[in-house]
């Protein structure tokens, strides 16, 4: 089981990244959640198997269409065992 958090930055509020991740992430089984921040990025938190969560920090790298991802910071967690994906703030 892997965990990762990422912060995503650049034009990625009012677009739909956080529906597009939470998409992305439910059709990959993974759990976690993703939000927006106040100073305008987006955090997410993906749990599960490698490939799955690689492809979700690579997806956040590109963004859904409309957004533009400048930087994205990832680190490494342990796991938590989170069950379920869900967007929140």
Known sequence: MERRRVVVHGFVQGVGFRFAVERAARSRGLAGWVRNRPDGSVEA???????????????????????MVERVDVVEESAEGLAGFRVTG
Request: proline share 4%; with cysteine.
């Open 45 to 67: 938190v993906f749990e599960g198997q490698r490939e799955d969560v690689e492809a979700l920090v690579a997806f956040c790298r590109q963004g859904p269409r409309g957004a």
